[in-house]
């Protein structure tokens, strides 16, 4: 009896030793794996009609920057309705066509330097440059600080927070300056100045002056 024991202990040890392990039942199925399609796809994080505007922006920085498209990394895209033709990124003194434009703001990041990029809903695509320095606008200058200082005391902001987005010529039709009050009366001659646009906090405020020192914010 001792040794019928003996025996069949020795019989497995010889089976663990020789790795010996039972095998699956026959007929039993291997745990299913899903086929790489079936995984399911990330959702991008920007809209998906922005997508051609987004490869546009991407493309057009490498080849400014002579870097692979790999290498620019798409920090974030969102919807933006720009004040005027040129997309809310006018040089000092260009001319722009008076109405709203919807599109898309782009923010890409290569070598460690962020990049902004403008569109508008279909197939224009522009890099904005940081915005010129308040020291740069010529005859407007005074009236720019005027309106930029105006406006931090409106927020109780430092200046520095406050950035210029663009100054314009205008010729505005009556001495409203182009922003009418309701009940006011104006004189109807046409009376030279600028529209300065100032962003701060991600919101933009839209200035008209004279060409001396009277300025409003036009809040239509």
């Not at 109405?99 to 695509?125: H, K, M, T, W």
């Not at 740069?136 to 950035?163: F, K, Y």
Request: hydrophobic share 40%.
């Amino acid at each position: 009896m001792r040794s019928a024991r003996y025996l069949g202990l020795a019989v497995v040890l010889l089976l663990a030793s020789c790795g010996g392990m039972p095998e699956p039942p026959a007929g039993s199925a291997p745990t299913p794996s899903l086929p790489p399609e079936a995984l399911p796809t990330p959702t991008p994080a920007w809209p998906p009609e922005a997508q051609a505007l987004l490869d546009r922006a991407v493309a057009d920085l490498a080849g400014r920057l002579g870097v692979p498209p790999a290498q620019v990394e798409v920090v974030r895209v969102e919807r933006a309705a720009w004040p005027d033709g040129c997309l809310g990124c006018a040089a000092p003194g260009q001319m722009c066509t008076d109405v709203v434009i919807p599109g898309f703001r782009i923010l890409l990041r290569a070598g460690g330097q962020e990049y902004e990029y403008r569109s508008d809903d279909r197939d224009r695509v522009l890099l904005c440059r940081p915005e010129t320095r308040i020291g740069d606008w010529g005859p407007a200058q005074s009236l720019v600080e005027a309106v930029v200082a105006d406006l931090a005391g409106r927020l109780n902001l430092p200046p520095e927070q406050i950035r210029v987005v663009q100054v314009q010529e205008r010729m505005w039709p009556d001495s409203s300056l182009g922003c009418p009050q309701p009940g006011e009366m104006y004189l109807q001659v046409i009376t030279p100045g600028y529209q300065i646009l100032l962003e701060a906090g991600g919101r933009q405020y839209d200035y008209h002056t004279g060409s001396q020192a009277r300025f409003i914010l036009c809040e239509k």
